[in-house]
């Protein structure tokens, strides 16, 4: 049986970082984001239900979906904000799905699903364990400020428009405190992929 676990975090926690650790120690990871990105692609089903629904006027001269068009449409309107969600989470989960399957049939011991809302949008039944990375507050907006060159302010109002990463500890089986270096970070997914029987190249 192969293990599946939902890796989690808040913007610039440091979730892409131990992602990347994961990755160079021969885990495979399926990125939400990544899928979320392809499902909307153009002839995808996810795709033809957004025209559906949005119409024509939410595409670019080359067909594919504008973002920044549809995104000032859903900013206006909740109702239409969960009209998208509903077109796109089934798409992510099922395509998500699929990929972890194909990765089982491949023979993978391990499986990491990288997924920055795995609290918030309930996803967590796609996995069998999760692992959230952690900062306090200062450092994630330090860090935050200086990655995406942004104020304090807007640095604040991105961390605050999230569920707070004190509240995700408490959902989370396993906890990467991520204050320190890069090296401590590392240390402490050695010790998970210890303690969770993981066989990593190290
Ligand atoms: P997320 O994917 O959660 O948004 P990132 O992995 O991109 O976060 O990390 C946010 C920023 O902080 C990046 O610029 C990254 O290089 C930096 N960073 C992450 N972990 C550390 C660390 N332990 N020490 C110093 N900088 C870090």
Redesign the pocket.
């Known amino acids: 049986m192969a293990l599946t676990i939902g890796l989690t975090?808040?913007?610039?926690?440091?979730?892409?970082?131990?992602?990347?650790m994961f990755k160079e120690a021969g885990i495979v990871v399926i990125d939400a984001d990544v899928i979320a990105r392809k499902v909307v692609e153009v002839g995808e089903e996810a795709y033809e239900q957004i025209v559906q629904a949005f119409g024509k006027d939410i595409l670019s001269t080359d067909k594919t979906i504008d973002r920044p068009k549809l995104g000032s449409v859903i900013f206006f309107s909740e109702e239409k904000r969960l009209l998208l969600n509903s077109i796109v989470h089934p798409a992510v989960r099922k395509q998500m799905l699929i990929e972890k399957e194909e990765y089982m049939n491949n023979g993978e011991k391990t499986i990491i699903l990288d997924i920055?809302l795995l609290f918030e949008s309930k996803l967590t039944a796609l996995v069998d364990r999760t692992l959230l990375?952690y900062?306090d507050y200062e450092t994630q907006l330090a860090?935050?400020m200086?990655?995406n060159n942004l104020s304090k302010e807007d640095a604040k109002a991105r961390i605050q428009s999230q569920m707070p990463l004190k509240e995700k500890i408490k959902l989370a089986d396993a906890v990467i405190n991520?204050?320190?270096?890069?090296e401590?970070?590392k240390n402490q997914l050695h010790e998970i992929c210890d303690q969770w029987d993981i066989q990593i190249k190290s």
């Open positions: 975090g808040g913007i610039a926690s440091g979730k892409s970082t131990v992602s990347q920055p990375v900062v860090r935050l200086e990655r991520n204050n320190g270096t890069i401590a970070t």
